[in-house]
Structure formats: structure tokens, C-alpha cells
């Protein structure tokens, strides 16, 4: 019966369609020709020309003004070499991704804002390893740090695309101005200026950790943050690698340091009420009451720039900026938490290596960074083209030698748990179960 | 945008010569069995019509399923055979097990309540004055999709701090009533109640059209000779109206059952499975599409699978019967 009447349906379906095609009169209309790539501004784009017009589609978790920014830089590109990159944003890239390429339905090119993600599609055999103009760009223009996140085994899959600094806390210079506050230099600098902060009845932090499936990953960057600088980074990448547990006596001591500021009803959580509505409050208006001078400090990575409203400053004298999450030992160096993205590709058509080529160069760098709100840790990006404060001391932060860099563990954890149950058990954590019991349930799901 | 149709026409011509070339394979067939010889016509019929479907059913349904059993008994990259591993990490944890216990409290709750509620509501409006409109009134959640009733009801629930203005009517309400705003969906196991109200709104009115078109349905004689004895209305809805539609409401329950089994849009909308408002069938997409494990993703949609068989069995045989009786 079911078959019967979707067979039926799709008889009508077909009669539909055929009327539409001849009353519209619809040919395909040839209207490639109209892109003229031989103007002078199109000289750059040579090397990455191609005779007829080709489609190459992107698959991101990049969207909304970030999307139409991406778009914007390489729009030049397109027009100059008949490639057009069919781009699609979405928050479910996580589960999606997995779909559409069980499906068959695989984009051209993937950006993975996860290293342990994109090993995963690596170890199944679904992407293509990087094609050589892509190796020779990463070679001369990361640093070894960056090239291992997409190395698996020996072979590069893939150039870094953004990147971002994790180790921030958000504050407004005129409250600082006003209450005579001084930036912290350490850990017990910045509580006994929490301390002060209470005790002139302003909630010093503000915390959201909601945001849809992947709830609870801010209070993830909150421990992994915290782990770098109560366990130093050897440590850390032995955690994050599972070579010590996950319920190890030294994750406890890091998740309940972070537990002393987002689980302390005092501190938080200014602006939307007690520590319970961390868990509900999302991450993208979680730092808004530090305009309004309603909450001291806010601790997100420099992408939360673009989450002010328009005509918010955002510069050391300005309404809002952010400080260096300070080190609990200054002696012991400066460790930056580092997220970024990595474009792969699940197809080797000759457009598709010349787009990828064309995002692991400097000008499409400079290009996308001319406008605005984002930088990368590409050594031959131009740091004057960088009009935001922010993004310019970030870039200066990861070319400088001498920092700890250290990328985002939740992201290269195996999925079950950087995706999984570290979130879910972090969001469970701040709605009130104990360390212990959470980090225990996180230590179960490690993949065998 | 740039959107441009020609491009999509390309891709529109294949999937019409594919259909073209399916509805001249069935027209073909069926002129062939017509001019068949005389004998073995029957069984040549029986198999040119229900072959197509057996077919598809083979290769949409029966090989999956196949296959989703035997995947369970592999781990997570499908590679070594681990027995009932999966199945037995089903039952062996606090986390799984509180899945089981709100899918449990789903499939208790969401069906005896939107039956009882839709079949109240279907007697008390039956040939009331303004029937329609009521009937429409509570019908209208079912022309809403999952998604978009739990973003209403989240709307709902939401929660601001008391020094601030309350967005959620159920929190305004409280502070109009002089008590403290909530945080509603945090606290289990209470917060999965508050999900399955959602399914509730929705499933109510799916059983009152059912339910009401069945009263309609019951001979008047029966309702006059009823009538005439003296019954109250108690005694009417009990002794006339239900026996009567006892088959519809039975169906109704069966239906609504399967679909809670299945619940997955309200509590990935409403709380993403968190704060322990897991069910069976969200987190078999968690494991298969997110963790990656398609050993214990498999393992659980084989569970789901066992659970609703009995229920389809059951619904089977009432039907069979009814149709004997007849």
C-alpha cells in the first residue's frame, strides 16, 4: 500500500515537473561566459585557472557574518579562475559529516575545526591525502606544531585555515578605569581581584556553556585551559592522549581549580543567576553583561569579538578587551590554548586541489584577514592587514617562538569523548555531580 | 543569492529518465503477464505484482536490518566480533540505564495520557455548537512539526533570574504567584515530564480525531435504545461509548506507543539529552553518528526493534481477528 502510493506520488511528481520544464521552456542557458578571466587584477590567480566552469562545494562549521566574510574572500578568486565554490555552513557539523559521507554525499572539501575528527575519516580511508602544492605551502608557512595536527602516520591531509586563541578573559577597560582594578598577573592575582570584586557587590565572572548538541564544550576549554597551567603541558599531552587516565588525581586537582570559579555561587554567574544557569545560559550571550559593566570578567577565545554588538569597541581603551588568562606559576612560561580549523578533501579533482592550494597560500590568508575579525597562524600573514587589536596581539602570540602553544584537547580526543562525554559530563558537572563521579563516567566511555 | 536553475536542471533530467525508465519496466510487465498463456496465469500474477514490492522491501528493509544485527555483535569500527558486549553495556551503567528509565516513563506516560485526553476531549465537544473550531483548536499541535512544538514549549520554560524580566510564561506565572522563577528542564528525573508534556500537546489530537470520528461511527440505534432505557451519562460513556470504539482507542494507544518508542526530536530539541533526559532512540543516533561506535549504536536500535515488535504483533492479530469475526 505504501509502496503503491509513494510510487503514485511519484508519478505525479514526474507530471509536475514535465509541465514546468514546457512551459518554462527551460534549456540549459549558457551563461558561463560572462566571468571575464583575463583582467588584470586576475594576474595572481593564473596558477589556479581552469578552462570550464567548475563546481567545488565546501562543508564548514562557519556561519552566519563569519560565512559571508569567508564567501567574500575568495569571491575574487572564483570570478578569476571559472572555479565556483558552493559553500554550506551548519551547526551539525559534527553528526553531519559522518552522514553525508556514509551517504555518498561527500563536499569536495571539509574544513574540521577537530584534529581527532578528521583522524577518524583518516583511518577509515574517505580522505585524500594532501596534494603536493598543498605540502609545499604548509612546509614554508607553519610552524611543525600546526603541520602535526593533520600529520596521521607520516601524511599530511590537510593546511591549517584559521585559527584562534583560546587563553582569554574579556573585561571592560572602563570598569577597571572606574573601580581602579589592575590586570592580573597570575592565578592568586586574578581571585583576590574576584574577591574585590564581591566585595563591591559586582559578580566577577559571567559563564554560558549552552550551545545546542554541543553544549558544555566552553566549560571543556575552562579544564583544558586550567590543566595547562595546574599540570603543565608535558602532562597535559598525556592526558590528552590517554596516557593517563581521565579520573587521574591530577585531572581532579585541575577540573576542581576550575570548580573554585564556576561552581562558586559568589563569582557566578553574573547577569543570568546562579551556577545552575551556566548550563543554560548560551555561550554566545554568556559575555554580554561585561558591556554593560554587569560582570567583571568573561573567559572565551578571541572569537567572541564578534559576538559584541555593533559600535562596541573592542580595544584597550574601548568598551570591551581581553587579557592573557593568566599562568598560576608566571615563572614557569606562558601557555596559550589554541583552536583552528582544517580543510580536507574527500576528492582529488584537479579544482579541488586548486582550491585547496589557493586556502593554504598567504594571499588567501591576507585576503580573508583584510576583512576583519580573524587571523591565522600563517608565518606569511601580513599582521598590518589586521585591523582588530585583538586579533593582531593573537597573531603576534602564536608567531612568537618562545609561547607554549598547546591545541584545544577536547578537539583531539577520540569523538565518543571530545564530542561526547566530555561535554555531557561537564554540563553534568557544573548542574551539580561531583568531580569524582564525572570525571569517573568520562574515563568509561574512552574508547577501547 | 545566485542561485540559478539551469544548473539544477542537469541534475533534475537523470532523476526523470530514472523514473521515466521505472514507470515503463512496471507498464511492461504488466502487458507481458496479460498476454500470458493460459496456464500458471495465477502464480505468474501473484509474483509479477508483489515482486516489485518484495524487492524494494528486501533492499530497504529486510537487508538493513540484517545488517544492523549482525553489526551489533562487532565493536565500534565494526572489526572484531565482541558477542553481546553492546548489549550487555546497555544495561551496566547508571547513564544507560536512566535512558531506559525515561524511555520507560515516555512510554508510559505519553500514551494512556494523550488517549484519555483526546477521548475526553472527543466526548465532551461531540455535537457541541462550536465543534469544528474546538476540534481544530486542539488538533492544530499535530500540524506543527516535533521540532517546532519543543522550541515553543522551551520558549515556555525558558528561565531568566529574578532581577531580571521572565521571557517563559511558566516562569512568570510563578512570580506573579509571588514564588521564585525556575530552571525547569535541569532536575531529573522531573525534567523529563516536562519534555513528554510536549509529545502529550501533540498526540492529544491525534487521538481526538481518531477517537471522535469513531463516536460518530456508532450506530444511532444503539444510542437511542440506550436512551430510552434511562442511561445517565456516566453509564453511557462506559457501557455504550467505549465498548464501541474499544478497537479505535486500542489502535490509537498502539500508534502513539510506537511513536514515543521512537521519541527523538522533542528531547533533542528541548534538552540534547543532557541533564539525564536520555532516551533509547537519541542515543543510538549519539553513538552511531557522533561517537562513531556502530557496534553499540546497532545494539540499541536492535533493543528499540524488540521492544516495538510485541506491540506490532499484538496490533496484527486484534486486526486479523476483527476481520474474522466479520
Not at chain 1, 606544531?145 to 585555515?161: E, N, R
Not at chain 1, 562596541?312 to 615563572?331: H, L, N, Q, R
Not at chain 2, 542561485?3 to 525508465?21: E, H, N, R
Not at chain 2, 521492544?307 to 486479523?320: D, G, N, S
Request: charged share 20%; net charge neutral.
Amino acid at each position: 500500500m505504501a509502496v503503491l502510493s509513494r510510487r503514485r506520488r511519484a508519478f505525479t511528481l514526474a507530471g509536475v515537473a514535465a509541465l514546468a520544464f514546457a512551459v518554462t521552456g527551460c534549456g540549459s542557458s549558457d551563461n558561463s561566459g560572462s566571468s571575464d578571466t583575463s583582467k588584470p587584477e586576475c594576474a595572481p590567480y593564473a596558477q589556479y585557472k581552469v578552462d570550464k566552469k567548475k563546481t567545488v562545494s565546501i562543508y564548514a562549521t562557519i556561519r552566519d557574518a563569519e560565512a559571508d566574510k569567508l564567501e567574500s574572500s575568495w569571491k575574487q578568486f572564483s570570478d578569476c579562475t571559472n572555479i565556483k565554490i558552493d559553500y554550506e555552513g551548519t551547526g551539525e557539523f559534527e553528526a553531519q559529516i559522518k552522514v553525508r559521507v556514509d551517504g555518498g554525499n561527500a563536499p569536495d572539501i571539509a574544513v574540521f575545526p577537530q584534529p581527532g575528527l578528521l583522524a577518524t575519516f583518516v583511518k577509515s580511508g574517505k580522505l585524500k591525502e594532501a596534494p603536493a602544492p598543498v605540502k609545499a605551502n604548509v612546509e614554508k608557512n607553519w610552524s611543525k606544531d600546526w603541520a602535526a595536527y593533520t600529520t596521521i602516520d607520516g601524511k599530511l591531509y590537510g593546511a591549517p585555515l584559521g585559527a584562534n586563541v583560546k587563553s582569554y578573559v574579556w573585561y571592560s577597560p572602563q570598569l577597571f578605569k572606574e573601580k581602579n582594578y589592575q590586570i592580573p598577573q597570575s592565578w592568586d592575582e586574578m581571585i583576590a581581584l574576584s574577591n574585590k570584586m564581591v566585595a563591591d557587590g559586582i559578580k566577577p565572572w559571567c559563564v554560558g556553556i549552552e550551545s545546542g548538541e554541543a553544549t558544555g564544550w566552553p566549560a571543556t576549554d575552562w579544564v583544558e585551559d586550567i590543566m595547562l597551567r595546574d599540570q603543565g603541558p608535558e602532562v597535559y599531552d598525556q592526558w590528552v592522549n590517554h596516557q593517563i587516565p581521565f579520573n587521574d588525581p591530577k585531572v581532579v586537582s585541575a577540573v576542581d581549580r576550575a570548580g573554585s570559579i564556576l561552581k562558586n555561587p559568589k563569582y557566578v554567574n553574573a547577569g543570568f543567576g546562579d551556577v545552575k544557569s551556566i548550563a543554560t545560559t548560551s555561550f554566545q550571550e554568556a559575555g554580554l553583561p561585561v558591556k554593560d559593566k554587569k560582570c567583571g570578567m568573561h573567559r572565551q577565545a578571541n572569537f567572541f569579538s564578534n559576538q559584541w554588538p555593533k559600535g562596541t569597541k573592542v580595544a584597550e581603551d574601548g568598551d570591551v578587551f581581553a587579557f592573557y588568562f593568566p599562568s598560576i606559576d608566571p615563572a614557569k612560561g606562558k601557555p596559550v590554548l589554541v583552536g583552528g580549523e582544517f580543510p580536507a578533501a574527500f576528492s582529488d579533482r584537479d579544482e579541488v586541489v586548486k582550491v585547496q592550494t589557493y586556502l593554504s597560500s598567504p594571499e588567501w590568508a591576507n585576503s580573508r584577514a583584510k576583512l576583519g575579525d580573524w587571523f591565522s597562524a600563517n608565518k606569511g600573514l601580513d599582521l598590518s592587514a589586521l585591523a582588530n587589536p585583538i586579533d593582531k596581539l593573537s597573531a603576534q602570540i602564536l608567531q612568537d617562538p618562545k609561547t607554549v602553544i598547546r591545541f584545544d584537547g577536547s578537539d583531539q580526543m577520540p569523538g565518543a569523548v571530545g564530542s561526547g562525554s566530555f561535554w555531557k559530563g561537564m554540563t553534568d558537572w557544573i548542574n551539580g555531580k561531583s568531580t569524582t563521579d564525572t570525571l569517573n563516567f568520562i574515563e568509561s566511555s574512552w574508547p577501547k | 543569492m545566485d542561485y540559478d536553475f539551469s544548473d539544477d536542471i542537469q541534475k533534475i533530467w537523470p532523476m526523470l529518465i530514472a523514473v521515466g525508465a521505472f514507470a515503463a519496466v512496471i507498464v511492461g510487465l504488466l502487458l507481458v503477464l496479460d498476454v500470458l498463456p493460459r496456464w500458471g496465469r495465477h502464480r505468474w500474477h501473484v509474483l509479477g505484482f508483489l515482486g516489485p514490492a518484495m524487492i524494494l522491501l528486501l533492499i530497504g528493509l529486510i537487508i538493513p536490518a540484517i545488517r544492523t544485527i549482525y553489526l551489533s555483535f562487532f565493536d565500534a569500527g565494526s572489526q572484531n566480533f565482541v558477542g553481546l558486549e553492546n548489549y550487555g553495556w546497555i544495561f551496566q551503567h547508571t547513564e544507560t540505564l536512566h535512558m531506559l528509565r525515561n524511555t520507560l516513563l515516555w512510554v508510559v506516560f505519553v500514551p494512556t495520557l494523550s488517549t484519555a485526553i483526546g477521548l475526553l476531549y472527543a466526548v465532551l465537544v461531540d455535537k457541541a455548537r462550536f465543534e469544528g473550531i474546538a476540534k481544530s483548536l486542539i488538533f492544530m499541535p499535530m500540524a506543527i512539526s516535533l521540532v517546532g512544538s519543543s522550541i515553543i514549549w522551551k520558549f515556555i520554560y525558558a528561565y531568566r533570574s529574578e532581577e531580571q524580566d521572565q521571557i517563559g510564561l511558566f516562569n512568570q506565572i510563578r512570580v506573579w504567584l509571588g514564588l521564585q522563577p525556575k530552571q525547569l528542564l535541569l532536575d531529573p528525573p522531573i525534567n523529563t515530564l516536562y519534555l513528554i508534556v510536549i509529545m502529550i500537546w501533540i498526540q492529544a489530537g491525534f487521538a481526538m480525531v481518531i477517537l471522535s470520528a469513531a463516536i460518530k461511527a456508532i450506530p444511532s440505534e444503539i444510542v437511542e435504545a440506550a436512551k430510552l432505557d434511562g442511561v445517565t451519562a456516566w453509564q453511557m460513556f462506559w457501557r455504550v461509548t467505549l465498548p464501541s470504539i474499544r478497537p479505535s482507542v486500542v489502535v490509537v494507544i498502539m500508534t502513539i506507543t510506537i511513536a514515543t518508542l521512537k521519541v527523538f526530536d522533542v528531547v533533542r530539541t528541548g534538552t540534547g539529552g543532557q541533564f539525564d533526559t536520555n532516551v533509547l532512540a537519541f542515543e543510538m543516533y549519539n553513538q552511531a553518528f557522533r561517537y562513531f561506535d556502530d557496534g553499540k549504536g546497532s545494539a540499541l536500535a536492535v533493543f528499540l526493534f524488540l521492544l516495538v515488535v510485541p506491540i506490532v504483533i499484538y496490533q496484527v492479530r486484534t486486526l486479523r481477528q476483527r476481520t474474522e469475526s466479520r
